[in-house]
């Protein structure tokens, strides 16, 4: 046991939020190419499937709008055909929603040692 305190909440959509706005980002560079651009959307659309999981665990049910959007938006599938400037800017916003929700969803740690009885 250590003398250290455990935090009271996880932020467990916090790791899939960040590689997610990685990967939203890092496809800007693969948008003309479309089968290098197919890895883009499975990465996206099941990370923000899996940030759903973790928004409705956490009971902050708003985040999960969004993020079914965006796994509906990118996903490889029935891929729709999005291009130009509102698809690049559709890419930045997506990366900042992921990381919004990966900050703010938070779930309390049923381990907290400095819990009161």
């Not at 706005?21 to 003309?32: K, N, Q, R, W, Y």
């Not at 969004?66 to 029935?78: D, E, F, S």
């Amino acid at each position: 046991m250590t003398s250290y305190p455990t935090p009271e909440f996880r932020r467990t959509a916090l790791a899939p939020g960040i590689l997610g706005a990685i990967v939203l980002l890092a496809g800007l560079a693969l948008l003309d190419n479309a089968g290098g651009y197919l890895f883009i959307r499975f990465g996206v659309s099941i990370l923000a499937l899996i940030m759903c999981v973790f928004a409705f665990q956490a009971r902050q049910w708003w985040w999960i709008v969004a993020l079914a959007a965006i796994g509906v938006a990118w996903n490889p599938v029935v891929p729709f055909a999005f291009h130009g400037q509102l698809w690049v800017a559709a890419q930045f916003v997506a990366a900042i929603v992921f990381v919004a929700v990966g900050i703010l969803v938070k779930v309390r740690n049923p381990e907290d040692r400095n819990r009161r009885p």
